[in-house]
């Protein structure tokens, strides 16, 4: 039922991730039988589980190690990485300044021309090294760079802004990317992001996209929610899109992955996120903290080093373990953000889920005390849920 916000205007209520809770249901199973495989772009993955393409989350190294363990990294080709023949050197920089002279910082660094042979360098290491080269540009850089990125052989290429639709308004000196042609011209699968609402998702899968990304501003780094006040709390906008992908497939019989990306910390988001109907899910924060992370404890978004309305900071995460031990344990912390895996599977098998597309038929509550209730010591030791 929509909500009178006053004369003349109504909303519908959204829920966050923290005012939910899974229910169990009438059957258990051990954790070791949950299946996690999921499929994008044709790309078979046993843990669903993508990095965030932001520069201090992923680089060659961590595309190949996410890779190994069974997940994806996603190399952002507007970044960093191909602005600079050396990113360390650039990197230290970042993580060695202030917060107040972080921005001008930022603004300086990222203003250095990409370069496009950098662009196909960075897809051959991955290649290379055995890794997924899963890669993503803006609307604006897939129409400049796609050809390249074609060219060099990528495997999945994401088309990422802080909003992207089908119905994209343009001054006449600008042609917007068609994202349907797009599709049909480049010979890797295309995935297309972000939207929260379901006649954008389904809209993006009639153009062709092989995976839909949803979240607008959640991100830990991200500031999107605050300077724009644009933005739908995570379940509901996963919900919203994953009926998308239902009535879509039973429309077309193609079936298009949905990610929930942003706003993601721990094994307990996870979960509710796939209960609420993704696939997978897109996490930057977490993966930022593994001590192979190129960011040196740091994160920061996409929208950061933008010239003019910066969406994004720069957040200390911290150095917490290896990757693995954040994917797959053991885990050194009890706060839910090591061994995410088993986090899944464990409630997996808490809930009687065997696969994901069990897990997306799970009981779902509203429940905003989930992570206060009893918790009264942890919050005043600051320890587990209350850190």
């Known amino acids: 039922m929509d909500i009178i916000i006053g004369r003349g205007k ?11 809770a899974l229910v169990p249901g009438t059957r258990t199973l051990d954790p070791s ?10 790309i078979e993955r046993t843990i669903p589980i993508l990095a965030s393409a932001m520069d201090g989350v992923v680089d060659v190294k961590m595309a190949g190690l996410l890779s190994e363990l069974g997940a994806i990294g996603v190399l952002n080709l507007e970044g960093i990485q191909t602005r600079y023949d050396d990113p360390e050197p650039i990197l230290d920089r970042i993580a060695s ?6 921005v001008g910082l930022m603004q300086e660094l990222y203003a250095k021309p990409i370069k496009p042979e950098l662009i196909k360098q960075r897809i051959t290491e991955i290649k290379k090294n055995g890794g997924i080269a899963a890669v993503s540009l803006t609307p604006a850089g897939a129409a400049q760079y796609g050809n ?8 999945l290429l994401f088309v990422q802004a802080t909003v992207v639709s089908t119905a994209h308004l343009s001054p006449e000196s600008v042609t917007p990317l068609d994202l349907q042609g797009f599709c049909q011209e480049m010979p890797m699968p295309v995935i297309f992001g972000n939207c929260v609402t379901y006649e954008v998702a389904l809209n993006l899968m009639k153009a062709g996209a092989a995976a839909v990304l949803v979240g607008i501003g959640p991100g ?9 006040g644009v933005g739908v709390p995570q379940p509901t906008a996963i919900a919203d899109c994953a009926a998308a992908r239902d009535d879509y497939q039973q429309e077309t019989g193609r079936y298009v992955p949905v990610v929930a990306d942003g706003g993601i910390v721990t094994g307990g988001d996870i979960c509710k996120c796939i209960a609420c109907g993704a696939d997978a899910v897109m996490i930057g ?5 593994a001590a192979e992370a190129p960011g040196r404890g740091y994160h920061w978004g996409m929208a950061t080093p933008s010239p003019v309305l910066p969406r994004g900071t720069r957040i200390n995460v911290g150095t917490t373990g290896t990757i693995e031990e954040i994917l797959t344990g053991p885990a050194k912390l009890d706060d839910g953000t090591h061994n995410l895996l088993g986090a899944l599977k464990t409630s997996m098998g808490t809930l009687g889920a065997k696969d994901l597309k069990g897990m997306q038929d799970v009981e779902v509550v509203i429940a905003p005390s989930l992570l206060t209730e009893g918790k009264v010591y942890q919050k005043a030791q600051q320890l587990g849920m209350g850190k």
């Open 10 to 20: 109504t909303a519908r209520r959204a829920y966050g991730i923290d005012e939910i």
């Open 33 to 42: 039988l949950a299946d996690t495989r999921w499929t994008i772009g044709g």
């Open 97 to 102: 300044v202030g917060k107040s002279e972080f």
């Open 148 to 155: 390249i990125v074609a060219e060099a052989g990528a495997d």
């Open 220 to 228: 830990a780094a991200c500031t999107s929610r605050g300077v724009l």
């Open 285 to 289: 924060s977490p993966i930022a903290r």
